[in-house]
């Protein structure tokens, strides 16, 4: 099936620094990606959708010139936090869908997620 | 008003209970309708699709009200190892939306 790796897994930084999470898709071609945020106890919240070589889009309330999206080819997109802050701590979770959306749930593969610390 | 609105429990159950969680979803448009499974700390993963007619894998059975706009989900014979949080999941136009999460405790 479908495998989305995403990395780093784990990732603890500094105040104030940024941070790049990679989403790649392994053996399929994603057109679309969609990039997840979890706070403890709380639901995943859609952050934004990216779309291979044009820019994301992002939802109400946040900040694209915090959280910066690329998705320079089919099988990779990124999401840098900038200066991050304690608040952006968070599970921070991408998906992607299989242009062919071969799989049962019409092509969407989640990666296994980013725990991010900032302290 | 959420996308998608789920009973947070815990439902703590003992093991070869059947247990029933419900959903409710907002936008009538939705196109289609999940129910994944969360382990503690890990991403979420697909448990089964739901269809208005009703699907069945093995000891799960999800259900779609449309006009209502409810999905159940019904476990039978419950395993310690279904002890998880399960997720409604609602697709708008390629956009997937979570409820918050029902957790499952299933105890000896």
């Known amino acids: 099936g479908a495998v989305v790796s995403q990395h780093p897994s784990r990732v603890i930084c500094k105040s104030g620094t940024s941070v790049k999470i990679e989403c790649r898709s392994l053996?399929?071609?994603?057109?679309?990606m969609f990039w997840y945020r979890q706070f403890p106890k709380k639901s995943l919240m859609l952050m934004a959708t990216s779309n291979e070589g044009s820019k994301a889009t992002y939802e109400q309330g946040v900040e694209k010139d915090k959280f910066l999206i690329n998705h320079a080819s089919l099988t990779l997109s990124t999401l840098t936090v900038t200066s991050a802050h304690p608040e952006d701590s968070s599970f921070y979770i991408c998906s992607a869908r299989d242009r062919q959306g071969r799989e049962k749930n019409y092509g969407y593969t989640f990666g296994s997620g980013t725990r991010l610390t900032v302290v | 008003r959420k996308e998608v609105e789920q009973d947070p429990g815990p439902f703590n159950v003992p093991e070869g209970a059947t247990v029933a969680f419900n959903c409710t979803y907002s936008?009538?448009?939705?196109?289609?309708f999940f129910w994944y499974r969360q382990d503690c700390r890990k991403e979420p993963k697909l448990l089964m699709s739901?269809?208005?007619s009703g699907n069945e894998d093995g000891r799960f059975t999800a259900q779609l009200n449309r006009a209502s706009q409810y999905i159940s989900l019904l476990i039978r014979d419950s395993k310690l190892s279904d002890s998880a949080t399960y997720l409604c999941v609602v697709n708008n136009f390629n956009k997937f939306y979570f409820g918050s999460g029902t957790k499952l405790n299933v105890k000896p």
């Open positions: 936008n009538s448009a939705s196109q289609s």
């Open positions: 053996d399929f071609q994603a057109t679309t």
């Open positions: 739901v269809y208005s």
